[in-house]
């Protein structure tokens, strides 16, 4: 969890922009809540490496250097990201990582780098196969162990060559498609395939929400924990999207186990946008420590299409710690429905899943008792309420999402719902482009076992 | 032949399940009719390796040590089987072969082990070309013959880079798919490749039979003796499909020469699904020395889908030695239909072929000849009756399958059904997800040849 | 041209079989039209080489020796084609070339071949990009060449890994496809692929005419002097198609510049297909020095499907040395039709074409002036009547075709249609899965060239 | 920019072909508008080697010497462009570069080269991955750095192994598919991939230009300063298309920055067809700045399909420098037909877009301010007017595109249409097959920023 760059500045950030942000990630309350890791994105070397080889930093846009900057971040209780590629220059053209890896691995250890995020970008052709991409990768895993630092490795190869298959052995996330884009559903010529395509030739970029979970919904099940399916940042903030939109994104991307990174101006939030991304509840659905991502139980096409041509409802489940079950109902028809699903269905479609025999109580994530008002949140934004005092906000740094819910701390178990008995069904009125996010925690049973008989 | 721990137990198996479950595979027959491997699948070794690099057993589950077991498996006729993976790990993240494999083949030869099942997690990328995934799997298969001991080879690379190209040169069997699920039909998102795909990108798991059997048709013909395709493991007797689907699923494995390894609990066989594994008319075809797989001769899309949107009857048919047929109708429909096909598309639909100017008497491997009945399956499981008490049991240490043929053994060569003439057409009426199962005899012609004329 | 073993006698042929063929090759006259070469197929040699690691005679089926059989071959104006697979076995599991291949070259070239067919079986995963399967037959083609002796070199790797883009650099000839059945159109569930495929990942094998004829369409262009796509062995004589299903597939073969050998069984031959294999105007047509494959110019589905539910008619129009066309009419749909098309589309659908503005004499290549009857077709092969005296044999070996084209010889031109003029059509009743096959030649202009004007 | 041999002479072109032509560059002021390099094609050299291994002049096409020819071009104010390919032969079979990759550099920067076209022909099975591409063609990139010499490097591998993931590394341009063919919309069967294919295993040749096109949409965005998608040579002037297909040609390439090399005979111009590639509106596009190729955004088909069954609707847009953009409306359709589309569509279709909200003032770049008038371009190419003293001609020499934006100057910014407002649309009549071309220009708001109120 943390806050990158690229999304909202491009190539375009400097130190005024981090000193922005990262004050924000600590007075908003985000770091507290585990957004920790601040990535410099794509610009902070040079494009030319100094006479010994080594990258050179950006000092035009970093004047004060960046060991300040990463001292100041650990002096916030801030982690220090970087970011390169895997080629001869980075996708903005600056100085890559390809046959440099452990020169630069150490002069970002030196920087006290935290994190690596690492492209794909002008690889020299590197790639065609599972194995020639692994071992352009694998160096640099590598020369991050031999920093003796605790460095966080993510791929960022854009799903070519299966990261899936191989990413486990080497780093801790893995991308799987192009880049996102702040759309729902919008196609892009630059993304050409299409969410079903699950060995795609041309990631490309400017992918929309919806293509990009399409992608993912074939892989969840290879994330595991230590090593994350990547669906990219979160586009929460930026404005291509509508609120119910941007909830619909957040909800899927923290289901699926995604890492969530923002990717906004902490300095421009709504105070809808920043009650969407603190929400405790569908953030300990992401930090589950059971770590098992949602998977697709149902697609459907509908007829009502968006302006774009897109129409289907999905249904999703995974497992959460201790039982519990989280559970989505996404509309993504162009019109409010009623989607329904019952538990066989949810738990797989087999009849004889014995969590379809069992009972339910059902919680809603996205309901009162763990959304914050506008109120509060604007208050906070405008900083005349600090975030330790707004009713719903969660400081994970006092208590752990799963003490909170093993206490039945409502923010973050959700809003009671009603309970769903053995092969039941439940019910959800979801918006257009909406989603319905549940906890689902298993009645004890109050009868004897069919052995006990 | 044998039985594997994964399907049933997944990691969690220990010491007393394999007692228990070899003890069964003795006193239930299974033995004496060829299912005498027993495979310690995923999680007999620790994730640590010694400081000798050596593999350590994983002493929690097998306090006795795996010796103790192994010669004990030995000392009952019974078969010492072994899993790894060709990769770092394995699927369950205990410690893999991989770069490791002459001394793990060491080890394993060192206990004794008979198989080996060799998985596909964690493989450092090394895949994407048959080449890649040869050398791979290549090294394996050397340091096992370097034991000088016999220990069968099983890859289990879920069909990646095509193995039914190249298993044959190094291995005795290779998966074809990811792994099976115990459903009939039902689609899973972590298997996207349908039953069409003969090169598929992403294996996955929670396959269904259906599934696995449309991807076994494209390569049924690549199997070969000393060289079969592998379908992955018996679900009969785990619950997820009803007695006539795992009629089904059985009469397929043993028709396209699948290695028919279960994966059940031995202890929780109920009578009829006992009567299936144990049928010696079915396993008479499967095991059948001329080594001829099945392959399909229709597909034909039916109206009448399941509840997964499956519809579709299939005709099989393949050779058997002296001459003898082995004919499939499956009916992949939701309702009983008759099936009929005549004996040109049950050769391969060339008018000209000699077989099917034939006359031919049919005889129905699932009729009241060859099935044991539920009373005396019951008695055996509960061990009021010997199998070789039993009407119906067929020993094959006593007797080989050929002999019992050679002797029109009605067990083993099925109930005689009638007798179809030059062109004509075999039918049977087909319960829902289910297969007749025959086994066709040329009748000696009583007339001159042409040219005697 | 020649004749090769496998398709009529597979595995089982010996010293008696290639002494009756190759008799019949010269006495038939099938010699002095062109095909020369008789290849011994798979299971020439043993499984095992002998202790200095060279091949060894299968003496069993060939007592007198190879050497004796090549030497007999060539005292009678016949080559001697060998035959091994560039794996560890051939596909009938006998010795195979890889890493042997210096050695087993110069045991061919000791015995005098002059033609290597090069399987691709048990390749040991050798395969998977251009580069890797081209490196292993590479390998052979500078082998053959260093034994100094003149040795046709004829891939055999069923269009794996795309040889139509490398097989010039090595080879004479190359398969496109899994092996020809004796079908027209019949589907094979071992060749999945279907006549699009152009990048096919199984060719398998079984494929009909109609299936391989397709995946030539898109390479026909590829084939160049020295360097033929091969499209597996002619049928004709073997019994699973028609007679006008064998004129259509000799018709194509000859037309794309497949090579042309036989595989039947010479002494069983009936006149027909006899008349059929040695038309002198479609082997002209074959053997014309311009060397240019047709190329498809219509494939249309038709609604008459055969019993396989094939249906479409095709166009195909080539280059012939002197300005002449080579056009053909298929008619893949069940019932007779005619079949009509303009000079636009015939030379590539472009109103601008010169060709398509000129005017063209029509020579039907299967008319009454080029076949031979049934009469005298039934002497020969009965041996009455010697090839020489019948009225439309011919004899290569006296007059090339190309002086019997320059002399307007009938027998070699084709049977004068009619006159066709600019942007005219031509028009022909074909039969079902017939062909018509025509020879234009241009008409020299009377008039003044514009430019003299 | 600049003209090759092969379009027009294929390998039969000799020094007069080259005298004539290069003196048209200068004469037809095709020199001064960019259009400076000659590209002798394939069959400069021989097939033979020389004893050193070097390559040989092809004297008896160019008996005076290459140096000379090269000098001469030189001394015209030309460039000097070679061919080769990186395999052992050129398509056209004489010598290929690989394997002699510096001294053929070395040869040809001793000749003068200023530029390099590298194709793919004969490449020994080197290729399947991109690394396995990328390695073959970056010999000759070091090669060509290795002389010293500013040698232009424009990759001719066909779209083969995803040229534009790895192009831009070595060289500055790389084409994207097969050969182009003189035709709008003819399916051609040796150009099987369809216009949807971004990743072609057989790219073959004789492809459309709406084939070409629908390839380039896919990866136009790949496309960047120094290293341009090439969609192959410029077909106008050849005769193949109409006028109004031509000018679709012409803008499209323009619009997507593909290199624009023609490939046609300039004392064959027509004046309409010269009157194309001189538009200097159209060609200001083509060299911005800015340097952004035009992405696809509408793909609309249409029931009005023409003759070979093409029927869609394009829209495109893309920036140029100074916050200008360049719009095309393709009617791909077979009537003349009305085109609109909104800003919201032309910037992407995304409604928060900034340029949508702007109002913008519109160019039609094919107008009468921009082209050249028939009679005028009729005398320019019979030699009784200079194009110096014509009134649409534009000498680059001596002012820049961008000074010739910046004064307004007519016949570069195109013919003044109307004004779109905020949100508004843009319509165009558009012929069949036609294109309407169009410089957008923002309209500085007069209103106070939002910000400043």
């Known amino acids: 969890m943390g806050w990158d760059t690229y999304n909202a500045y491009g190539l375009d950030y400097n130190e005024t922009v981090l000193k922005v942000n990262s004050q924000l990630l600590v007075d908003l309350g985000f770091r507290d809540l585990g957004y920790n890791v601040i990535?410099?994105?794509?610009?902070m070397q040079l494009r030319q490496r100094d006479a010994d080889g080594n990258l050179q930093e950006n000092r035009k846009n970093f004047p004060s250097g960046l060991k300040k900057i990463s001292n100041d971040f650990h002096a916030a209780g801030l982690k220090f990201g970087v970011y390169s590629s895997a080629g001869r220059y980075t996708c903005g053209q600056v100085a890559g990582g390809l046959d440099h890896e452990f020169?630069?691995?150490?002069?970002?250890?030196?920087l006290g780098a935290d994190y690596l995020k690492y492209d794909n970008c002008y690889n020299e052709g590197r790639s065609g196969t599972p194995k020639i991409s692994y071992d352009r990768y694998a160096v640099m895993s590598k020369a991050l162990r031999d920093?003796?630092?605790?460095?966080t490795f993510s791929l960022c190869n854009w799903g070519d060559d299966k990261p899936w298959e191989w990413g486990g052995d080497i780093a801790n996330s893995g991308r799987i498609s192009g880049d996102i884009y702040d759309s729902f559903s919008r196609p892009a010529p630059q993304c050409p395939c299409g969410p079903d395509e699950y060995y795609c030739q041309l990631p490309g970029g400017g992918c929309s929400v919806m293509?990009?979970?399409?992608?993912a919904a074939n892989i969840a099940w290879k994330s595991q924990k230590g090593y994350w399916n990547d669906l990219d940042m979160l586009e929460v903030g930026n404005g291509g999207m509508t609120y119910v939109e941007y909830k619909t994104h957040f909800s899927m991307w923290a289901g699926v186990k995604s890492p969530l990174i923002m990717g906004n101006k902490l300095n421009e939030l709504s105070p809808q946008d920043y009650a969407i991304l603190i929400n405790p509840a569908v953030l300990a659905l992401s930090q589950d420590s059971d770590g098992s991502a949602m998977v697709r139980r149902r697609r459907q096409s509908v007829d009502d299409k968006d302006e774009y041509g897109f129409g289907e409802v999905q249904v999703w489940q995974g497992g959460l710690s201790g039982g519990d079950q989280?559970?989505?109902?996404l509309n993504g028809g162009n019109n409010t429905r009623t989607i329904t699903s019952d538990l066989i269905e949810i738990f797989g479609g087999i009849p004889t899943e014995d969590k379809a025999a069992k009972t339910w109580r059902v919680y809603d994530l996205w309901g009162d008792a763990t959304m914050m008002s506008n109120t509060e949140a604007g208050r906070i934004l405008n900083g005349t309420l600090l975030p330790a005092q707004a009713s719903r906000y969660f400081n994970r740094t006092e208590m752990s999402f799963e003490e909170a819910i093993d206490r039945n701390m409502t923010?973050?178990?959700?809003t009671y719902v009603n309970t769903v008995g053995a092969f039941g069904s439940i019910s959800a009125e979801v918006p257009r482009h909406g989603t319905a996010l549940f906890r689902l925690r298993p009645v004890k049973s109050q009868t004897r076992k069919r052995d006990e008989l």
Chains 1, 2, 3, 4 share one sequence.
Do not use: E, H, P, Y
């Open 147 to 151: 920093t003796g630092r605790n460095i």
């Open 411 to 414: 923010s973050v178990m959700g």
């Open 103 to 110: 020169a630069d691995a150490q002069w970002w250890a030196g």
């Open 326 to 329: 989280a559970v989505a109902f």
């Open 39 to 43: 990535v410099l994105d794509d610009n």
């Open 211 to 215: 293509n990009i979970l399409g992608k």
